[in-house]
């Protein structure tokens, strides 16, 4: 498996949802709009749930509706974030290793990204993940030096910023949509407002 890249608007969602529900275990869906083949390019996420995690019907249902978004928008699904409800804790949990490996089944190159809550802060140096990917039927720590964040300041400035403004209250995530139906899980409000952030320079939205 090759580099895994990420978008400025991929972290920023991961980001704000985590910042949105502090005290849950989050956890969403890693989409691609680039080819199948080389480098994985995160290009945007779908966050899923906040309550709940191991519920597999919602999880199930979710997956479903969110492949078929996929099917029409030309993205497809290439792996899957999550952050534990300790903040301390960024290992992946039963819940994770299953739905990661059912998007294996899927996608040969699928990435499994685990969010570190302890250095979630506005001024870390790194981004604040950890990246698993599936060898020999095994979820095992990702080399960090193929993981890309290209222009980290400013896509960690452009989180700050919107964490700042209170733009967290934007996200919807699949359990909120599930609430209320007229809620959009796709999240075109945020991502317009994301693109309204980032400079011209950051091509890679």
């Keep these: 498996m090759g580099e895994v890249e990420l978008s400025c608007r991929a972290y920023v969602k991961m980001y704000l949802h985590a910042c949105l529900f502090p005290r849950c275990g989050i956890n969403g869906l890693l989409l691609s709009s680039g080819s199948a083949g080389g480098a994985v390019c995160v290009t945007d996420c ?3 749930l ?3 995690l191991p519920l ?5 249902l979710a997956l479903t509706q969110v492949d078929v978004w996929c099917s029409q928008t030309q993205q497809r699904i290439v792996g899957y974030y999550q952050a534990n409800a300790c903040v301390s804790d960024s290992s992946p949990t039963p819940c994770a290793l299953k739905i990661a490996d059912k998007i294996s089944e899927q996608f040969d190159n699928a990435v499994l990204l685990m969010l570190d809550g302890g250095k979630m802060t506005a001024d870390y140096r790194l981004p604040p993940i950890v990246v698993y990917e599936r060898r020999d039927s095994r979820w095992l720590l990702k080399d ?3 993981i890309m964040l290209r222009h980290w300041e400013e896509t960690q400035a452009i989180a700050g910023q919107m964490l700042e403004s209170g733009d967290q209250a934007l996200l919807v995530d699949f359990d909120s949509h599930l609430d ?4 959009d899980w796709t999240n075109q409000k945020l991502n317009s407002k994301i693109a309204e952030l980032a400079s011209p320079a950051n ?3």
């Design 46 to 48: 779908v966050p899923l």
């Design 50 to 52: 906040h309550s709940h």
């Design 56 to 60: 597999a019907p919602i999880s199930q």
């Design 144 to 146: 960090k030096h193929t």
């Design 180 to 183: 209320d139906i007229t809620k």
């Design 203 to 205: 091509g890679n939205i």
